[in-house]
């Protein structure tokens, strides 16, 4: 599974088998998460990528990897949570071309509950849904914090977004209000990977098809699930979530 980007990546095929990965050490990155595959690769560089804009950046993973693929582009992570953005910080210390943001985007600038999983991976700025918990027990446990919130246009304002922008967003359940927040940024916008929702898994969550409404308005394809993962419900077969691949053409 090493073809996965996002940061629940190989958590994911860990609880397919029944397992629960515990935090990395600081500093510690897993191999698995930085080895770019060598097809997926050719294509992305290919694409002409300039920028890419990490949306739920989470301790470094997706921005290292990206750094390995687009070894030139200028990748901007955005991370809410302070110990995770703290591991982010130090994982891309020494990358120069990468920079952290310790605030969640969103469709406005202020602050914002957000809802911190036992499991910092499954933590969202909306409230965790009943099945969430049954189908991963170990998210269960929820606590609170505020943090700060600001829309992609906004931050754009402030950054320098040289076209062609790859976004990725892994925001659980909260994409289509970072499309929201980006209508501006995204004419720049030549790839999205988004993890996108088929079952409630979060209160008021996008869903697939808001996301791919969103896009469409945009101007964008859907290509399918990126890498072809897809992840299925052990109750009824039923996918649950995939990362799923959109291209302006």
Not at 60 to 75: C, F, H, Q, T, V
Not at 80 to 91: A, E, G, M, R, W
Request: charged share 20%; proline share 5%; aromatic share 10%.
């Amino acid at each position: 599974m090493i073809l996965q980007i996002t940061k629940q990546s190989v958590q994911r095929v860990l609880n397919s088998l029944g397992y629960r990965m515990e935090r990395i050490k600081p500093n510690s990155v897993s191999p698995h998460q930085t080895s770019p595959p060598s097809p997926l690769v050719e294509w992305l560089r290919s694409m002409n990528i300039k920028t890419v804009i990490d949306v739920g950046g989470h301790c470094g993973e997706s921005a290292l990897w990206y750094n390995k693929a687009l070894p030139d582009a200028r990748i901007y992570s955005f991370e809410p949570l302070q110990d995770c953005f703290s591991q982010l910080i130090s994982n891309i210390k020494n990358i120069p071309n990468c920079q952290g943001f310790n605030f969640a985007l969103g469709e406005d600038d202020g602050e914002q509950v957000i809802y911190r999983s036992s499991f910092t991976g499954s933590s969202s700025l909306l409230n965790m849904d009943t099945l969430h918990k049954t189908l991963y027990p170990f998210s269960a446990d929820i606590s609170t914090e505020t943090v700060k919130v600001r829309s992609l246009d906004s931050i754009a304002e402030e950054l320098s977004l040289e076209p062609n922008i790859l976004l990725k967003m892994d925001v659980q359940g909260f994409e289509d209000r970072v499309l929201k927040g980006g209508q501006d940024a995204l004419l720049s916008v030549k790839i999205v990977l988004s993890e996108v929702l088929f079952q409630p898994l979060y209160e008021e969550q996008a869903n697939f098809a808001d996301i791919y409404k969103c896009l469409l308005e945009k101007g964008f394809v859907f290509r399918g699930t990126w890498a072809g993962y897809e992840k299925r419900s052990p109750m009824n077969g039923l996918p649950v979530y995939c990362d799923a691949l959109f291209l302006k053409e």
